[in-house]
């Protein structure tokens, strides 16, 4: 039998994103409270893209993404370590701030990434599963290419371990990215595409 | 009977490959066919500086992982070169004799140095710094101290004097111009560069070219410039330009007088034959025409586009400008668009912070037309989009040079539309435009 998918409005970023309403059933609570959708895979085994999408009217400003994600990308993952002793990481997700507004941004793992294809040694790959843009730390010689061309400023040097680049991964290790769990006031959500 | 191929690629690099790669997503079957006249997989040409400096090892050159081309199941002819092309019979011919039939052509042949005639120059054995084995010429060659000479302050020519610094050498670069990567960089940011090098013990001798050269064998020999002056080298590299590599296209019927010329989609003139990368003169978005812009993320750019319409997908080339990124001795520079403009009708405006950090945007009207960051260099891509996509800035021009300058300075609408994009990307020229931003 065909199956009939029903296509809700969902509420998100002052817009409304079309979703089926299967997967917003199939949501999981996390312990902050918020409901986090499931991913599914489609019949060729890819799993739908996540991405992080911002509510600027829930913003309040607090950078916290920023700390939490420094954090978990450091080696120890321990907040007093990552910012006393070791060598700090960047942060892969900026808040941009200006009079009463502010959001989070990081990096929007473009469909036609310009950072992949301008890449100069391969380094920079968006898995064809996954959807996700990543950086190679190994591969790449930090020639900056890739921060002159995101239209985003989503990538950043850094040179804590080599000379190369470090951009958002979606926190390939949790389920739900640092920045966005530990958001007080969830001003970062997950969307499936 | 020659073998058929549907798709037959010539050249091995940032836009051959690119081009497989965008063949492979949209046609899965279609067989492929690779030549490359290079004794290499495909590497990424401009990290042979890397290399000689010893900042990585060989397995770092490849662009991309072992097993590449069984995996996109392409038929690759490594060291092979492509001599004859034959469009109408639609063939082309190795320079074994292996004849082959395609059905669609890619030339991605890229480029070739310049080398000017200087008397003199015939009897040395010179170098030049475009390839991996350039760069295994300039290793074994600068295993013992040297004195090296370079002509040409250019990418390349700066380039190669970076990785010959780092080998131990004595370098000296000498230059026509007034200031060092003239094309790339504005003056301010030349003097910064010029700057490093001095520091890090590299001679920069500008305005004055080499009027003739004496050979002492082996390589050594004397240099007298325009001035009369005379510089004793033990190797000679020769980096004043580079130019499109278009033999193969011109034996084929095409007119090459500025490179290969082609139409949005990355078509020649010749029926099923398409051309991308450093060979190919396509759409300068800033300059709003054709242009050369020999540089990776260009060639790359060109290749996908290719591809993609070789493949059968129709998508227009987006357009490029000229992107420059360059860090020497820990001083990082990008650049886009126009950085010197060439007349009046231009708004300059620069600001100079602490340190090194400096920054420049050209304007156009209200159209951001050219950007320029050197030290401080993150969020440097926001401005490039603005420039790639001919925005109107209007709105944001007092805002553009600051270090906190991003999307919160753009109106709500746009910035939402933009941050909740899903194919976000090159975006098409245009959408900016109109909106304003
Ligand atoms: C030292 C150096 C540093 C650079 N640094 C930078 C940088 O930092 N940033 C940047 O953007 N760009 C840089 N560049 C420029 C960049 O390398 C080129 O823009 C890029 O390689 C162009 O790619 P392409 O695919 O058009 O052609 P190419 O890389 O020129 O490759 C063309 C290939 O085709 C092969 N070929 C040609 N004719 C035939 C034939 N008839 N049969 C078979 N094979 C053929 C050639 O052997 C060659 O391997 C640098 C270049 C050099 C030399
Ligand atoms: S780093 Fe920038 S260009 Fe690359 S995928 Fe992320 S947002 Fe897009
Ligand atoms: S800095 Fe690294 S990831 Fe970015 S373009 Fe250069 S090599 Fe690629």
């Known amino acids: ?193 | 009977m020659a073998a058929t191929y549907r798709y037959a690629m010539v050249g091995n690099s940032a836009a051959a490959i690119n081009a497989c790669d965008a063949v492979r997503k949209l046609d899965p079957e279609g067989s492929i066919i690779l030549f490359g006249e290079e004794k290499y997989r495909c590497y990424s040409r401009p990290l042979i500086s890397y290399l000689v400096a010893g900042q990585i090892e060989s397995g770092g050159m490849y662009y991309r992982p072992p097993g590449y081309y069984r995996s996109m199941r392409v038929d690759f002819r490594k060291g092979t070169r492509v001599e004859a092309v034959d469009a109408a019979k639609r063939t082309l011919t190795t320079a074994e004799g292996e004849k082959v039939r395609w059905r669609s052509l890619l030339l991605a042949t890229g480029f070739k140095p310049f080398i000017p005639p200087v008397p003199g120059l015939e009897e040395i054995d010179y170098l030049t710094f475009v390839s991996w084995d350039d760069a295994r010429r300039m290793l074994a060659r600068t295993a013992k101290p040297a004195r090296v000479l370079i002509v040409g302050a250019g990418l390349i020519g700066m380039k190669a004097a970076e990785a010959a610094e780092a080998r131990g050498a004595k370098v000296t670069v000498v230059e026509k111009m007034e200031r060092v990567l003239p094309q790339a960089l504005d003056e301010q940011a030349s003097r910064m560069v010029w700057e490093r090098c001095r520091e890090a013990g590299i001679d920069i001798v500008t305005g004055q070219g080499v009027a003739g050269l004496e050979p002492r064998g082996g390589g050594k020999g004397k240099a007298v410039l325009d001035d009369g002056g005379e510089l004793e080298f033990d190797l000679l590299v020769m980096a004043v330009g580079v130019r499109p590599r278009v033999e193969l296209a011109e034996d084929a019927g095409l007119q090459c007088a500025r490179g290969i010329e082609v139409d949005e989609y990355q078509r020649t003139a010749l029926e099923g034959v398409y051309a991308a990368g450093d060979a190919v003169s396509a759409m300068d978005v800033v300059l709003g025409r054709p242009s050369i812009n020999a540089l990776w993320p260009v060639a790359a750019l060109q290749g996908k586009y290719a591809g993609m319409n070789m493949a059968g997908k129709e998508v227009p080339y987006p357009g490029c400008n000229s992107m420059n990124a360059v860090e020497f001795f820990g001083l990082p520079v990008l650049s886009a668009g126009i950085v010197n403009p060439p007349g009046d009708g231009y708004e300059v405006v620069t600001r100079r912070g602490d340190g090194d950090d400096y920054r420049k945007v050209v304007l156009q009207g209200d159209v951001l037309v050219g950007m320029l960051m050197a030290g401080r260099i993150e969020r440097a891509g926001i401005l490039t989009g603005l420039i790639q996509e001919r925005a109107n800035v209007r709105r944001v021009k007092n805002f553009l040079l600051e270090e906190a300058f991003g999307h919160i300075h753009l109106p709500r609408s746009v910035r939402q539309e933009r941050i909740t994009e899903t194919a976000a990307g090159i975006m098409k020229a245009g959408a900016a435009r109109d909106k304003g931003v």
């Open chain 1, 1 to 193: 039998m065909a199956e009939i998918m029903v296509i809700v409005p969902v509420y998100a970023y002052d817009v409304y994103v079309y979703r089926p309403l299967a997967l917003c059933l199939k949501v999981t609570a996390r312990p902050g409270g918020a409901l986090l959708p499931v991913r599914l895979e489609d019949e060729e085994g890819d799993l739908d893209l996540i991405r992080i999408v911002p509510r600027e009217e829930y913003c309040i400003g607090c950078r916290l993404c920023e700390i939490h994600c420094v954090v978990q990308h450091s080696k120890s993952k321990n907040i007093i370590k990552a910012f006393k002793s070791e060598r700090r990481p960047v942060k892969r997700v900026e808040v941009e701030e200006e009079g009463h507004v502010s959001f989070a941004l990081q990096c929007r793992h473009c469909d036609e990434a310009p950072c992949v294809t301008a890449c100069l040694s391969g380094a920079m790959s968006k898995d064809p599963r996954t959807g996700v843009v990543t950086n190679d730390p190994e591969r790449c010689v930090g020639c900056w290419t890739c921060i002159l061309v995101c239209p985003f400023g989503a990538v950043r040097r850094d040179e804590a371990d080599k000379k190369a680049v470090g951009k958002c991964d979606l926190c390939p290790d949790l389920e739900v990215p640092a920045c966005v769990a530990n958001c007080p006031n969830e001003a970062l959500l997950l969307v499936e595409e």
